[in-house]
């Protein structure tokens, strides 16, 4: 007996699903949503908000397909750059304003690049950052409340709190429905048409983390991700891909938050150094979603990952600058304002203090000398405007000067993970032999195309791109008979 029955059935409500049901009404379905949490928004709504725009679609397709290093199929990267170039024009319709989103034209450091990765194949057919007008620099909230508005208007039923369990197969016919746990009772939901899994990553199981990613996390966004539709999808056979893929940031973590708090650096003059006192990166030129690739480095000979923390190192001069945070992203804005001179935080203990780089190094428990001796090879290399071991750019390579001195440690931090049930370019779910399972798509971070080289704004165009991709050809399934 059904509870409930739609056309198209959509587990999670973030972007990808919005854009799914917005899709799919579009061609004349009825829609369902079941959404965890009490609220919708995904990782959609903590997001920095940001959408790809292109000057070349066939070297856009090129470019995506290089970083994706031969992981994801070009088919899937076409659908997905053809579908995305239309992102902006498609937010327009819905009474958006469309402006260059502030990554692309503001410097800070670290510092998110107008074009990750611009060596490579197709880069120069890549256009600019882009994104829905608002009040705030990262309009992550500002495309939720688009989005959700229009949803809105359109009446489609939204069951929250309401977690998908399971999904229900008839061999003949397919994906027939969902099991749903709605308070203490579960519910059978039928899909008449199709369900699409939109319900994100997981970013918020330690489990996965360690199984997947080779090490722990912190995380921003959404604390439903976790990994609920790689389960629904890998139990009926679906094939997994780009489960050890993930955009990181680092973030400082605090014991009266339960999230990561990102960091950003209002000024050049800092250096990153590891728990030996070492600096392992450059620290102004390195995308600032990729941040996990040198955190993941293990001694072998003490198997301790000596940059788990790492510490930010800073001077007088670069406290003054700004805050050493992105408050308006993720939740910290909602819970915490944080001062523009960082001092309120310097008296909470949260960022250390000293008046001598010894006393600093002491409070972080690494050796003085060491920390000293990284310090004084810095400052040298500012002088000489070369940084011949990380190849930090001649313009960054502010000393280290006046005291007071600062440090705050600081650790990988998920913006989202990518792995998931595999998809092909009409989004359709694959089993391991490659073939689509019937009546099941999935947009979004889950399941995502991209690999480890993430270049920033794929995710939220991804989510938008192949969410109207899954919500029209699951619309246009023949309806079940069972």
Known sequence: MWGYEAD?????????????????????????????????????????????????????????????????????????????????????????????????????????????YSFIRGAEGMGLRARVKGPGEDAGI?????LSRKVADVSVKILYSTRAKKLLVEEAQGVIGVIASSGEKDVRVRAKRGVILTCGGFEYDQAMHLNYLGQNFFAFGNPGNTGDGIRLAAEIGADLWHMNASASAF??????????????????????????????????????????????YVDTKTLQRTRIPSYVIFDEDTRMRGAVVLTGQGKVGDVYQWSSDNNPEIRKGWIKAAESIADLAYQINIRPDH??????QYNLQCVGGYDPEHGRAPDTLVPIGRSPYYAVAIWPCLLNTQGG??????????????????????????????????????????????????????????????
Not at 283 to 295: K, L, N, Q
């Open 251 to 296: 973030c400082y973590k605090f014991p009266e938050f339960a999230f990561g708090i990102r960091h950003s650096m209002p000024y050049a003059g800092f250096i990153y150094v590891d728990q030996t006192g070492k600096r392992f990166m450059d620290e102004s030129g390195t995308d600032s979603h990729f941040v996990w690739a040198p955190t993941s």
């Open 142 to 146: 500002d495309l939720w409340g688009l």
């Open 421 to 482: 049930p595999k998809r092909n370019a009409r989004a359709q779910v694959l089993d391991v032999w490659g073939k689509p399972i019937k009546r099941l798509y999935s947009a979004g971070e889950l399941g995502s195309l991209w690999h480890r080289n993430y270049p920033g704004a794929g995710n939220v165009s991804e989510a938008l791109a192949f969410g109207r991709i899954a919500g029209k050809n699951a619309a246009a399934e023949q309806s079940v008979t069972a």
């Open 8 to 116: 198209v059935v959509i587990v999670g409500y973030g972007g990808a699903g919005a854009a799914a049901a917005l899709a799919a009404i579009d061609a004349g379905a009825k829609v369902l949503i079941l959404e965890k949490n009490p609220e919708g928004g995904g990782n959609t709504k903590y997001s920095g908000g940001s959408i790809r725009t292109y000057l070349d679609v066939d070297k856009a397709v090129d470019y995506v397909e290089t970083l994706c290093e031969g992981t994801t199929e070009r088919a899937v990267v076409e659908a997905f750059v053809r579908e995305s170039s239309r992102n902006p024009e498609w937010l327009r319709e819905m009474g958006a304003e469309i402006v260059p989103h502030p990554s692309g034209t503001v410097r800070r450091f670290p510092f998110s690049f107008p074009v990750a």
């Open 371 to 376: 920390l000293q001796m990284t310090i004084a």
